[in-house]
Each structure stands twice: as structure tokens, then as C-alpha cells.
């Protein structure tokens, strides 16, 4: 994994690197180890004491003014400091946008990690921005002239399959928030980007778990309904309620607007042999619950017989039996033309590209009018991210 991270990264002998948040845990304490190994020298700025507990306690640097204070100090940190490469975990944060502006404005590298482009069983990092703002070309030509070399083909070869990643994150989850809330009075300004409040997160945490094997047996019979609909349903992955994806990458202010639109859409214009299928995202099992709001407007419509909605039903076998897939711009899109099944992405995807998904085709006319998937063109353009942008790891069950 380190060896990938260098080989994107480049030369970092003698340079100044600073962390800002990275995902919770020690990731980034772990990989600045291994920079220090190879010349480099580090720096962390932290926001809460979650990010202090986690991180190398003699890089460290507090941030405990407010958000309007923090362009003026990342500026005077970086300049007093001599900062060469900027590292950090999402580019949407408050924090990080301010912070990415700056650095770019100063002729710093900036590194982006986010989850994989290809998971499960990967991480993402990009120079510049990832997602909608990773500077990946959006032609269809370049992809259709890549070719994979040997390094490339020894790398598929040598892909390991990550297992049980998701304890170890719950568990990070958990210490950072926790420890987060209970010494917030030394980081008073602090303002998370999401729900920082410990005992809630908890419950959900509860709440997910409770409900996770109770669906189990409710929803035991979806894999038979869904095969039983093979092609004549339309599939609707939705996404987490506070993703950075969809507040800040597409035109919906929450996931009731997008449900909303596509259910007004499927009674108008799809055929009245279809049917449409909703699946709540596994991260918001204990948090969002969208079935009685899809009821009723479902009702409304006229259409509460030919919608199915699911929270836990396995997800290839639903993408390789749905007609095709409507998306605000979730990975699962892109796990969908894995399977050859048709996109329509209502959002900024990286992508939605000609050729992959049905871009230029509306809302109206996409019930009926779909684009297939180039397969080859896929092909080439899932190694082109895996050489570019991915490595094989995790960021929450770190090995070498």
C-alpha cells in the first residue's frame, strides 16, 4: 500500500508535508511514519481531540480559533513552516476547501485520499480534488487509447481482497467521537461536518445493528422478487443523507428531493409493466428510514404496487437484474456498468461519461430510451483509475 501511495505521490525527500484530518483513526499517523523514513519532514494540524489522539503527538499543532480565523492561520502556518505538500481526507470540508483554495494559490501539492473509486477493497488518492472535482480527463478518446502495461497487469495480479474493515472502522468511529465530544471544551470553535454529537451516534450505532438482523429476515424473499422482475425494474440506489456527493456535487438540497423527482418521473413517462426499486445505503440504516415518505407519494401516484423498497438485499445481484440504474452520482453507478447494466446519473459523477453512462439523456426519455454500456470502454477506464488513483488497502485495517 505504501509503495503505491509513494509511486502517485513522487519525489517527498526533503519536503515539508503537513496532515490535516484524515479518516478517523491512525491512517495518517501510519503513512506520515513512513514519509518521515523516506526524508520527509511532517507537520498535523488537528481540529478536536479526536484528531490529536490519533495523531503523532510531536507533529502536532492545535487549531482551536474559529472557522472565519482559520484561512489567516493555515496561510501563516504554511508559509512559516515552508509547507511542499498538503495531505488531507475529503476536499468538501469546511476546513479542507478553505485550506485547498490557499495551498493551490501558494503552488503547494495537494494529495486527496477518499474511499475507493473500486471497492471494496480500495482507497482513493488523487492530486488536486477527487469525485466531481478529480482532474481526471472526460473524454471518452483518452480511455479508448489506453492500453495496460506490464506494471499495470502485475498489479491486477497481485490485488488482495480486504475482509473485515468495517469493525475496525466502528471502532475508530467510536474512540474519535467519543473523546471528541468529551474534551470538545479545549477545542471550543470546533464545527464538525457532520453530527458530532457522541451519545446520537451511538444510538444510531444501536439502531443499526438491531436493525440490520431484523431486515435480515424480513427482507429474506427480495433476491427471489427482484430475479422474478429480471429486467423490468428500474434500480435507485440512495445515497447517505448528509453526503458531500449530493450536497455539494448535484442540484438536490436532500435525498427526499431526488426520490421525489424520479417517482413523479416513473409514473409519468415508464412503462406501466415496470417497476422501481429504492435501496436505502447501508451507512444510514440506523440514522434514515425513507419507506413511509416513498409510500406515500407512491400512493399519490398511483404506483404503490410496482415499487420495491430494500435496504440489505445484495447489491450485484440486484444491479446484474435491473434494467438500468438512476443515481444521484453514488459509486454504485459505477458498479452498474460493471455488470452492463445502464446509468442514468442525475448528479456530478467522474463517471458519467459518454459511452459509459446515458449522459445528455433525460430524466423523461431514460425509461425508455437508455444508452448501453460500452464494455470495453469500461474495461479500459476502470484500469485507468486503478492505476492512476487506487491502491489496495484500507484505510481503517492497515497492513503493508
Same mark, same amino acid.
Given at each position: ?13 526533503? !519536503? ?6 484524515? @479518516? ?10 513512513? $514519509? ?10 488537528? $481540529? ?38 498538503? $495531505? ?18 501558494? =503552488? ?28 481526471? #480527463? ?8 489506453? +492500453? ?9 495480479? +497481485?490485488?488482495?481482497?480486504? !475482509? ?35 451519545? &446520537? ?22 433476491? =427471489? ?9 428500474? $434500480?435507485? @440506489? ?6 458531500? /456527493? ?6 438536490? %438540497? ?16 415508464? +412503462? ?9 445505503? @447501508? ?15 407512491? &400512493? ?34 459505477? /458498479? ?5 447494466? #445502464? ?24 425509461? %425508455? ?17 486503478? %492505476? ?13
Amino acid at each position: 500500500m505504501i509503495d503505491k501511495i509513494l509511486k502517485l505521490v513522487g519525489d517527498i525527500k526533503g !519536503k515539508n508535508i503537513l496532515f490535516l484530518q484524515g @479518516p478517523v483513526g491512525p491512517f495518517f499517523n501510519y503513512i506520515g511514519r513512513f $514519509f518521515v523514513k523516506n526524508d520527509a519532514k511532517i507537520f498535523t494540524i488537528g $481540529f478536536n481531540f479526536g484528531d490529536y489522539f490519533y495523531a503523532n503527538k510531536s507533529t502536532y499543532t492545535p487549531y482551536k480559533d474559529t472557522q472565519e480565523n482559520w484561512g489567516e492561520f493555515f496561510t501563516n502556518f504554511i508559509n512559516k513552516n515552508k509547507i511542499d505538500m498538503l $495531505f488531507l481526507f475529503g476536499d468538501c470540508r469546511f476546513y479542507h476547501k478553505t485550506a485547498i483554495k490557499i495551498a493551490k494559490q501558494n =503552488k503547494l501539492d495537494v494529495f486527496v485520499f477518499e474511499e475507493g473509486y473500486l471497492r471494496p477493497s480500495f482507497i482513493t488518492l488523487q492530486k488536486d480534488g477527487v469525485n466531481a472535482n478529480a482532474n481526471l #480527463p472526460t473524454d471518452k478518446k483518452t480511455y479508448q487509447l489506453f +492500453s495496460i502495461d506490464t506494471e499495470l497487469e502485475n498489479e491486477i495480479h +497481485s490485488i488482495k481482497e480486504i !475482509k473485515g474493515a468495517y469493525k475496525f472502522m466502528a471502532l475508530h468511529a467510536s474512540i474519535y467521537y467519543n473523546i471528541g465530544n468529551i474534551f470538545s471544551f479545549i477545542y471550543p470553535n470546533y464545527k464538525h461536518h457532520r453530527d458530532f454529537n457522541a451519545f &446520537k451516534e451511538g444510538v444510531c450505532g444501536v439502531r443499526n445493528f438491531i436493525k440490520k438482523y431484523y431486515l435480515k429476515i424480513k427482507e429474506k424473499n427480495n433476491i =427471489k422478487k427482484l430475479i422474478a422482475m429480471r429486467k423490468k425494474y428500474y $434500480f435507485v @440506489p440512495l445515497q447517505v443523507h448528509n453526503d458531500f /456527493q449530493v450536497l455539494q456535487h448535484s442540484k438536490y %438540497k436532500n435525498i427526499e428531493e431526488f426520490i421525489s423527482e424520479v417517482l413523479i418521473s416513473f409514473a409519468k413517462n415508464a +412503462s406501466k409493466k415496470s417497476f422501481l426499486v429504492f435501496k436505502h445505503h @447501508p451507512m444510514d440504516r440506523g440514522k434514515k428510514d425513507y419507506t413511509k415518505f416513498i409510500i406515500s407519494l407512491a &400512493k399519490k401516484l398511483n404506483v404503490e404496487s410496482r415499487i420495491l423498497i430494500t435496504f440489505d438485499t445484495n447489491l450485484p445481484t440486484a444491479l446484474k437484474n435491473a434494467k438500468a440504474t438512476i443515481t444521484i452520482n453514488s459509486t454504485v453507478g459505477f /458498479q452498474s456498468l460493471y455488470h452492463k447494466t #445502464p446509468v442514468l446519473c442525475l448528479g456530478n459523477a467522474l463517471y458519467d461519461i459518454d459511452g459509459l453512462t446515458s449522459k445528455g439523456v433525460s430524466l423523461t426519455k431514460f425509461w %425508455k430510451n437508455y444508452k448501453k454500456v460500452d464494455a470495453e470502454l469500461f474495461f479500459k477506464f476502470k484500469n485507468y483509475l486503478l %492505476k492512476y488513483t487506487q491502491i489496495n488497502g484500507s484505510f481503517y485495517k492497515i497492513y503493508n
